[in-house]
């Protein structure tokens, strides 16, 4: 919790923020928040757990209702921001503000290549590999949710998504 109150303090002081949800669907309309990650600079990024089975979550009505008065006029960056600000809205946390959707950004450089998965723009613009999420989920019938991952391990996994929207 106290370190909670340090990562609003520290988004009233920032000017942009990126974010990124993860989610127990694909389906904006249906998902649940499992956890929100939040980058404000490139040396570092922050995830906060509201929905996974194993751990100590945060209240997930008092993270976004904290969060929604914090981002207020803050430039939120992120990737198919469309999905994460369905998600936030479906649960209370409606955002209005400007913003930086670093997959639009990916299609109006480069039109034709059909590749505007974050792991696709972070290896081509930043050459760097990121994590692939089937190392937590799995894949076929042994698939989880992501509410089932680990917490420790989903951290690095979602900080690691809104660094690299950040540094995009």
Request: glycine share 6%; aromatic share 8%; net charge negative.
């Amino acid at each position: 919790d106290n370190d909670f109150a340090g990562l609003l303090k520290a988004i009233e002081q920032a000017d942009k923020v990126s974010l990124d949800t993860e989610t127990t669907s694909l389906d904006p309309l249906t998902a649940e928040p499992v956890g929100i990650s939040i980058c404000l600079d490139v040396e570092r990024a922050y995830y906060i757990t509201v929905g996974h089975s194993l751990a100590n979550n945060l209240d997930k009505k008092m993270v976004l209702s904290r969060l929604k008065e914090v981002l207020a006029g803050k430039t939120i960056i992120g990737h198919n921001l469309k999905y994460d600000l369905t998600v936030l809205k479906m649960h209370g946390c409606e955002l209005s503000n400007p913003l930086f959707d670093t997959m639009l950004a990916a299609y109006i450089l480069d039109p034709g290549i059909n590749q505007y998965s974050l792991d696709q723009c972070a290896l081509k613009e930043l050459c760097y590999v990121m994590q692939p999420i089937t190392e937590l989920i799995g894949t076929g019938k042994n698939q989880i949710t992501f509410d089932l991952v680990d917490a420790n391990k989903a951290c690095f996994y979602s900080a690691e998504d809104a660094w690299a929207a950040f540094r995009l």
